[in-house]
T-cell receptor
Framework: NSKVIQTPRYLVKGQGQKAKMRCIPEKGHPVVFWYQQNKNNEFKFLINFQNQEVLQQIDMTEKRFSAECPSNSPCSLEIQSSEAGDSALYLC???????????FGPGTRLTVL | AEKVIQVWSTASRQEGEELTLDCSYETSQVLYHLFWYKHLLSGEMVFLIR??????AKERSGRYSVVFQKSLKSISLIISALQPDDSGKYFC??????????????FGSGTKLTVEP
């Protein structure tokens, strides 16, 4: 079973508010991924890290999202100014390497009112 | 174009039966991995099984096995002896090796399985 921890499980924000979620990857996993799963079950990759460094991120993440994976602290994903379209399940996954299976956390369900 | 296609959005079986979930994918890479995940109602994505493109072995993990038809770019997940707890949404995912970069998983749209007792 996965030991990726995500908090909070549920998050409700108003439009324009900041929304921050955290992820503790499985112990020993240096690679962390963030995905957005919308109500149509479509997965969108947002950003990934190896240790503390960003490896890849999409444009949306560069502009309105900020993310970090500091050493000895949880990884975090923050939406600077929430929009209704950001309502989704945000999944964090970790893996031993970029090509190993990814283990997912339970997700943070964000609702933007 | 979608890289991973799961044609069936829903499936229903009786307890004890066997089920095959189909998935097709598109890639031009030589090396890639295919994964099956189960998405629980809690939101958790549970890793089930992996198939590497270079492997001819028939991957198996407990009641899960796959049928990998590389030339057809198809991978099916077979779940034997179905139990009600197998109910959930099953996702097929593709990982490609592109110039040694760390890459991401491309997910299909999922198949929701209901197992009746």
């Amino acid at each position: 079973n996965s030991k990726v921890i995500q908090t909070p499980r549920y998050l409700v924000k108003g439009q324009g508010q900041k929304a921050k979620m955290r992820c503790i990857p499985e112990k020993g996993h240096p690679v962390v991924f963030w995905y957005q799963q919308n109500k149509n079950n479509e997965f969108k990759f947002l950003i990934n890290f190896q240790n503390q460094e960003v490896l890849q991120q999409i444009d949306m993440t560069e502009k309105r999202f900020s993310a970090e994976c500091p050493s000895n602290s949880p990884c975090s994903l923050e939406i600077q100014s929430s929009e209704a379209g950001d309502s989704a399940l945000y999944l964090c996954a970790s893996s031993l390497s970029g090509y190993a299976e990814q283990f997912f956390g339970p997700g943070t369900r964000l609702t933007v009112l | 174009a979608e890289k991973v296609i799961q044609v069936w959005s829903t499936a229903s079986r009786q307890e004890g039966e066997e089920l095959t979930l189909d998935c097709s994918y598109e890639t031009s890479q030589v090396l890639y991995h295919l994964f099956w995940y189960k998405h629980l109602l809690s939101g958790e994505m549970v890793f089930l099984i992996r198939q590497t493109s270079s492997s001819t072995a028939k991957e198996r993990s407990g009641r899960y096995s796959v049928v990998f038809q590389k030339s057809l770019k198809s991978i099916s997940l077979i779940i034997s002896a179905l139990q009600p707890d197998d109910s959930g949404k099953y996702f097929c995912a593709l990982w490609e090796l592109v110039m040694s970069n760390y890459n991401v998983l491309y997910f299909g749209s999922g198949t929701k399985l209901t197992v009746e007792p």
